[in-house]
């Protein structure tokens, strides 16, 4: 019973490196999306995907880019890393069906630093 | 506009004492409610969620919420902590951006539980 998983769970970059963030979920969901967790700022939506072959912008997407080939996955991008992008991110899914109350299921987190 | 506000960003109770911690909507989005909890090194994991027509929803390991329309609110409570309580909340709210469903988080309230 996976649910979400995320990969890698830390990486350490140096400033101009490029990396990708890899989230896989099993529970067939439709909708799937990245966060940024920073102290006392809660979480920030990056970017989202409403099904298969779609994304689009949240909150703070300058820096990011995304794709989903394939339902399960949700890669989040990052070209040239900048210092400002060390955070926790999270990768979250939820079921399309069901409703506006229905919750996001969470990864446990990728820790990236960048020097 | 920030659609949820959370106040107090660290609480601290007694082992045994009752816990409140404290969650604003802003009026003008659907009180499509939510309370989550993250464990260090962990995700996000739903406590509870908002049910249309209720006033008090009752959440995982003896948590519960009330709704008061009146006062845009959904404060969280647990009459007894326990040291296992230890961990940040987050009060969040779905709302409608682009002809999509997205969920804005609160920024969190770390609850510490002194024994």
């Known amino acids: 019973n996976a649910g979400v998983t995320q990969t890698p769970k830390f990486r350490v970059l140096k400033t101009g490196q490029s990396m990708t963030l890899l989230c896989a979920q099993d529970m067939n969901h439709e909708y799937m999306y990245w966060y940024r967790q920073d102290p006392g700022m809660g979480l920030r939506l990056i970017h989202y995907?409403?099904?298969?072959?779609?994304?689009a912008k949240g909150e703070v997407p300058d820096g990011y880019n995304v794709s989903r080939l394939k339902k399960q996955n949700f890669l989040l991008g990052l070209e040239s890393a900048a210092p400002s992008q060390t955070s926790v991110y999270f990768c979250a899914s939820r079921p399309e069906t069901g409703g506006y109350n229905q919750p996001q299921h969470f990864g446990d987190g990728t820790r990236l630093s960048i020097l | 506009a920030q659609s949820v506000t959370q106040l107090g960003s660290h609480v601290s109770v007694s082992e045994g004492a009752l816990v409140l911690l404290r969650c604003n909507y802003s009026?003008?989005?659907?009180?499509?409610l939510f309370w989550y909890v993250q464990y260090p090194n962990q995700g996000l994991q739903l406590l509870l969620k908002y049910t249309t027509g209720a006033t008090l929803v009752k959440g995982i390991n003896g948590f519960e919420a009330e709704f008061k329309k009146s006062e845009t609110s959904f404060h969280l409570t647990k009459p007894s902590a326990h040291m296992s309580d230890a961990a940040e909340y987050f009060c969040?709210?779905?709302?409608?951006?682009?002809?999509?469903?997205?969920?804005?988080f609160g920024t969190g309230t770390k609850l510490q539980v002194i024994p």
């Open positions: 969040a709210v779905t709302r409608i951006s682009g002809g999509y469903q997205k969920v804005t």
């Open positions: 009026s003008s989005v659907p009180p499509y």
């Open positions: 995907s409403v099904g298969e072959g779609t994304t």
